[in-house]
């Protein structure tokens, strides 16, 4: 069985700081890993993905990834943080059953001006 | 196109109506599911359908009712609704490959569905 944990429910930046959005995971197989978005009363948008070839990803929107088999995590980060990041962000682990999918609980990102 | 469109994106309906949200990909996925999401909650699967077949039923109560008419188009059809249902139902759709695991699932905009 897979399972995801992201570390932080809610995480505030100053607009212009990075970002660090922590997630780890649990799976017996080699796991594919995502990063998903949500802006408030919208749908869920893919960030990035990391599917066994490159362990740092770069996706949309200034967002990366790195994924650290020995740690079983896979954080995101964004170098500058813009006021259009505030959004909820959910980190998700896909094994071996190309239907199950787990989502992680979720994170808060809040940026102030 | 990475695009899933569902409709309607509001729905207020009573406990004895019945409605039906409607789910519509065009990139050939064969892979087609309904999630439901809670305020400030992560998506739950509830339906799964490959190949036009259901394939997994997350253990929904029966007063949802989902049909995948074809391989492009995915219904989820409601009755006898409570309030607890109320919720922002998405719908996301992925390819199926061979010897491809853990694909990506593109998600829809949702429908946000009010049970007075």
């Known amino acids: 069985a897979q399972s995801v944990t992201q570390l932080d429910s809610h995480v505030s930046v100053s607009e212009g700081t990075p970002v660090l959005l922590r997630c780890n995971y649990s799976?017996?197989?080699?796991?594919?890993l995502f990063w998903y978005v949500q802006h408030p009363n919208k749908g869920l948008q893919l960030l990035l993905k990391y599917t066994s070839a490159a362990t740092l990803v770069k996706g949309i929107n200034g967002f990366e990834a790195e994924f650290k088999k020995s740690e079983t995590s896979f954080h995101l980060t964004k170098p500058s943080a813009h006021m259009s990041d505030a959004a909820e962000y959910f980190c998700v682990v896909s094994t071996i059953d190309p239907n199950d999918m787990r989502f992680g609980a979720g994170t808060r990102l809040t940026v102030k001006p | 196109d990475t695009e899933v469109t569902q409709t309607p994106k509001h729905l207020v309906m009573g406990m004895t109506n019945k409605k039906s949200l409607k789910c519509e990909q065009h990139?050939?996925?064969?892979?087609m599911y309904w999630y439901k999401q809670k305020a400030k909650k992560p998506p739950e699967l509830m339906f799964v359908?490959?190949?036009?077949?259901?394939?997994i039923n997350e253990s929904v109560p029966s007063r949802f009712s989902p049909e995948c008419p074809n391989s492009s188009l995915l219904n989820l059809h409601l009755h006898a609704l409570q309030p607890e249902d109320s919720a922002l139902y998405l719908c996301a759709s992925s390819p199926i490959r061979r010897g491809i695991y853990g694909d990506t699932q593109y998600f829809g905009p949702g429908t946000r569905l009010t049970v007075l």
């Open positions: 799976s017996s197989y080699s796991p594919s």
């Open positions: 359908y490959s190949y036009e077949k259901l394939s």
């Open positions: 990139m050939g996925h064969r892979a």
